[in-house]
């Protein structure tokens, strides 16, 4: 029983681990400033970055939309088309 315990308690960790950056920026460039970028887990959500050395901020799209990262933008799920997320050029 506490074998399962603990091999449960790793695969959270590691999925935590995996799933907190998801494609974030860490903002460290300047050029990412004001920049949205793909959630690599969830098309309804974005990135943000805000402010330079601060990682970038989750935004969710309005309901009933998806962020097309080619168009930047928020869209009706029925036009987006997913395509393979680009990581930014510095990652939280």
């Not at 036009?79 to 997320?85: G, L």
Request: net charge negative.
């Amino acid at each position: 029983m506490k074998y399962v315990f603990v091999v449960c308690a790793i695969l959270a960790g590691i999925f935590v681990v995996i799933s907190a950056d998801a494609g974030r920026s860490a903002c460290k460039d300047e050029s990412e400033v004001g920049q949205t970028y793909t959630h690599h887990f969830d098309p309804a959500k974005y990135w943000l970055c805000e402010k330079l050395g601060e990682a970038a901020t989750e935004v969710d799209c309005p309901n009933g939309m998806a962020y097309m990262h080619l168009l930047k933008e928020c869209i009706p799920w029925a036009s987006y088309i997913w395509k393979k997320p680009e990581m930014p050029p510095t990652v939280a």
